[in-house]
Nanobody, 113 residues
Framework: QVQLEESGGGLVQAGGSLRLSCAAS????????VNWYRQAPGKQREFVAS???????NYANSVKGRFTISRDNAKNVVYLQMNSLKPEDTAVYYC???????WGQGTQVTVSS
C-alpha cells in the first residue's frame, strides 16, 4: 500500500509560483502513475495533471503551459511546479496514485489577487 503526503502549499500573489511535492512511502512510486487533483470550496474535485510510469504527462486545459508535473524516482517524489498562478487556482491540491488507489491528505494553495 502506498502512503502519500503532499507539501508545498501556501499563500502566494497572483503571478507567483509554488512547487508542490507528493512524497510516497510504503511502496515504490515509480511503479505507479500519479495524478494531481484539486478541489475548490463548493466545487467538485477536478483533474490537474498526471505523469505515467513511463513519464508521459497530461494536463487539464486550464493549467496547460503554466503547470509542470515531474517525478524523481530516486527520491520517490512527484512534483507539481505551478507558475503564473491565478486566483482561480485556489484549492486544496491532492495527489493520487494508480494502481494503488491511494490519496494524500491534501495541501492548501491560496492565490490572492
Amino acid at each position: 500500500q502506498v502512503q502519500l503526503e503532499e507539501s508545498g502549499g501556501g499563500l502566494v500573489q497572483a503571478g507567483g509560483s509554488l512547487r508542490l511535492s507528493c512524497a510516497a512511502s510504503g511502496s515504490i512510486l515509480s511503479a505507479n502513475s500519479v495524478n494531481w487533483y484539486r478541489q475548490a470550496p463548493g466545487k467538485q474535485r477536478e483533474f490537474v495533471a498526471s505523469v505515467a510510469r513511463g513519464g508521459n504527462t497530461n494536463y487539464a486545459n486550464s493549467v496547460k503551459g503554466r503547470f509542470t508535473i515531474s517525478r524523481d524516482n530516486a527520491k520517490n517524489v512527484v512534483y507539481l511546479q505551478m507558475n503564473s498562478l491565478k486566483p482561480e487556482d485556489t484549492a486544496v491540491y491532492y495527489c493520487y496514485s494508480l494502481p494503488s488507489g491511494s490519496w494524500g491528505q491534501g495541501t492548501q494553495v491560496t492565490v490572492s489577487s
